[in-house]
């Protein structure tokens, strides 16, 4: 149950965040769950835009992570001080009902960090020692390699918005389905792997 819940709430806030954080940087014209578009403009008043678009850049990578299912420790990790950012912006901002929202994310992150405690709790022991011989194996690092170009043909698109809409917008949907093109593979590949039942007559 547990996993499926923490499956859920990775699918979940990964797409919140990842197309959050493309709504704002196609000025609102890229389709999202939550979250204003206008917040680069709002904080361009206080001098602030820099910022707002960093954010907006963040939120696209970290959602990729938690998306990605091989990074979703590390997007979980990510996530939390990005998030916490948000909320401290539209507490000062004074939004309402804003707050509530960005809490109710920061409680599911939250979760993940709960259920992936077995992965970060080398962070809270003293003796790291037995840590050195585990070594790092990738089943398909091509696969990783993969996800790292869709990524990047995502930012490389969001970053032409305001030159040119037609080619941003052809390049970040590319990429969008390259994610969930590859997304699709490894659960397939998972899935062959588990043992399959076998029933004796």
Not at 83 to 107: D, E, K, M
């Amino acid at each position: 149950m547990n996993k499926f819940a923490a499956g859920s709430i990775r699918f979940w806030l990964g797409l919140v965040l990842m197309t959050s954080g493309l709504c704002k940087l196609t000025g609102g014209n890229f389709p999202q769950l939550v979250g204003p578009p206008f917040l680069e403009k709002e904080l361009a008043a206080h001098g602030l835009g820099l910022y707002a678009r960093f954010v907006a850049f963040s939120q696209v990578g970290v959602g990729f992570l938690l998306l990605s299912k091989r990074f979703a420790t590390l997007g979980a990790v990510m996530s939390f001080p990005i998030l916490l950012n948000i909320l401290v912006v539209v507490i000062s901002l004074q939004w309402r009902g804003t707050p509530y929202v960005v809490a109710f994310l920061l409680a599911c992150n939250g979760f993940l960090f709960y259920y992936d405690f077995h992965k970060l709790k080398f962070l809270f022991t003293d003796d790291d020692t037995r840590l050195w011989a585990i070594q790092v194996q990738r089943e398909n690092p091509k696969l990783d390699i993969a996800n790292l170009c869709a990524l990047a043909i995502i930012a490389i698109g969001a970053s032409l918005w305001k030159y040119s809409e037609k080619t941003a917008y052809f390049l970040i949907n590319t990429g969008v389905v390259v994610v969930a093109v590859l997304g699709v593979f490894t659960l397939i590949s998972q899935w062959r792997k588990q043992p399959k039942w076998v029933v004796c007559g």
